[in-house]
Structures are given as structure tokens and as C-alpha cells.
């Protein structure tokens, strides 16, 4: 089955740029949409954006223009970067697959998640 | 943005017991409501799509109901693997938005 797996620096320093990249293995990154999802410490589950293999995006407002997403699909992969960052963007950050029907769009599978701590 | 509101924060159940959980959306939603299963350390596990169908593969002592702003995920009788937090998402409107969680333990 689909098996997604987050990379990347766990360590990054404010005011840089948070870049992670997810490999999708055990099928085709073709004709899905792939999302990032975070979850700071403590905290709930926050939808950061989707990006479709064509290279559309949608991106939730909170994150302005600070994320762009990006498809390989040569790599079956697909990446995330957050410029800017500050302490805020401490979390634990997953991908996932956009699953979707006429009556719901949901995230499944998941990666494991990685956190990224935002510290000097 | 949609507010997803879910009760309660936390609860301690037993082995066996009925469980279920709350989620309450700001506005209506129709269906458009998942369910998930967060452990530490472990991708979160997608249980319930669009308000009631269970995802292929899930127990079915996991049920989902409702419909326009209250939801609630059920879980008939408790096993030990249950024990974990459990998240609502909304897809009707973006941003698409989860509930705070509800962790359930011992």
C-alpha cells in the first residue's frame, strides 16, 4: 500500500526558510492532491495547503505567502517550504494523500510526521 | 474559517466501555467530516469519512453520525489499542480545519 515518509532538517533558525520533502513509495504520486499538516506542541491539527501533481496549490490564508509546495513526480516525492519561520513554527509537521468522494475530501494516508524546531 | 469544537478535551474509559465523542462545527458542514486516530509517534489514521463511512480496514466498532454542524464519532466497546486521541477535519469550506482532539486513556 501508499507509504509516505517526511525528510528534512529537525533544526532550523529564525527568519530561515523550513524545507521538507515527502517520498511516496508503494504507488503512484500521479493524479492525487498531497498535503502538509502540522501540529505544534500541544496543540491541534492545522491544514497548511495541498498541491496538485499539475502543480496547482491551495494554501490555508494563516500561512500568507510564506509556503509554496512542489511535486517531483520523476521522484514520486513532493516538498514543503515555509520561509520566515519563528518559534510559532515549531510542530510536528506531517504529509499525507488527499482522499476524496461527492461528499468529502480527506487525508489518508499520513506519513509518520517529523518535527522541526524553530531555535537559534 | 470554520471552527471545529470538540467535547470532551479528554476521557477515562475501561476496556469494553461505549465511548463516544463530540464534534460541533461553527457553521453547517452537511457531511463533509472525517475522523481520525492519533497515537504517538505513528501516522494518524483516517477512521471515518464523510460523516459516517468507515474507512476500508477499520474496526467496525468505530461508527460516525451526524450531519450540518454536530458530529459524533462512536466507538462501540473499547479495546486496548483504542486508547489514543482522536481528531475531527471539515472539507467543506478552506481552509479545511480540525477539531482540538479528544484523547482518551485509561
Known amino acids: 500500500q501508499v507509504q509516505l515518509q517526511e525528510s528534512g532538517p529537525g533544526l532550523v533558525k529564525p527568519s530561515e526558510t523550513l524545507s521538507l520533502t515527502c517520498t511516496v513509495s508503494?504507488?503512484?504520486?500521479?493524479?492525487?492532491?498531497w498535503s502538509w499538516i502540522r501540529q505544534p506542541p500541544g496543540k491541534g491539527l492545522e491544514w497548511i495547503g495541498f498541491?496538485?501533481?499539475?502543480?496547482?496549490?491551495n494554501y490555508n490564508p494563516s500561512f500568507k505567502s510564506r509556503v509554496t509546495t512542489s511535486v517531483d513526480t520523476s521522484k514520486n516525492q513532493f516538498s514543503l517550504h515555509l520561509n520566515s519561520v519563528t518559534a510559532a513554527d515549531t510542530a510536528v509537521y506531517y504529509c499525507?494523500?488527499?482522499?476524496?468522494?461527492?461528499?468529502?475530501?480527506?487525508?489518508?494516508?499520513w506519513g509518520q510526521g517529523t518535527l522541526v524546531t524553530v531555535s537559534s | 474559517d470554520i471552527q471545529m469544537t470538540q467535547s470532551p478535551s479528554s476521557l477515562s474509559a475501561s476496556v469494553g466501555d461505549r465511548v463516544t465523542i463530540t464534534c460541533r462545527a461553527s457553521?453547517?458542514?452537511?457531511?463533509?467530516l472525517n475522523w481520525y486516530q492519533e497515537k504517538p509517534g505513528k501516522a494518524p489514521k483516517l477512521l471515518i469519512y464523510?460523516?459516517?463511512d468507515l474507512q476500508t480496514g477499520v474496526p467496525s466498532r468505530f461508527s460516525g453520525s451526524g450531519s450540518g454542524t454536530d458530529f459524533t464519532l462512536t466507538i462501540s466497546s473499547l479495546q486496548p489499542e483504542d486508547f489514543a486521541t482522536y481528531s475531527c477535519?471539515?472539507?467543506?469550506?478552506?481552509?479545511?480545519?480540525f477539531g482540538q482532539g479528544t484523547k482518551v486513556d485509561i
Open positions: 464523510a460523516a459516517s
Open positions: 499525507a494523500r488527499v482522499g476524496y468522494s461527492t461528499s468529502s475530501d480527506w487525508f489518508d494516508p
Open positions: 457553521q453547517s458542514i452537511s457531511n463533509y
Open positions: 498541491v496538485y501533481t499539475s502543480g496547482n496549490t
Open positions: 477535519q471539515q472539507s467543506y469550506s478552506f481552509p479545511w480545519t
Open positions: 508503494g504507488g503512484s504520486i500521479s493524479s492525487y492532491r
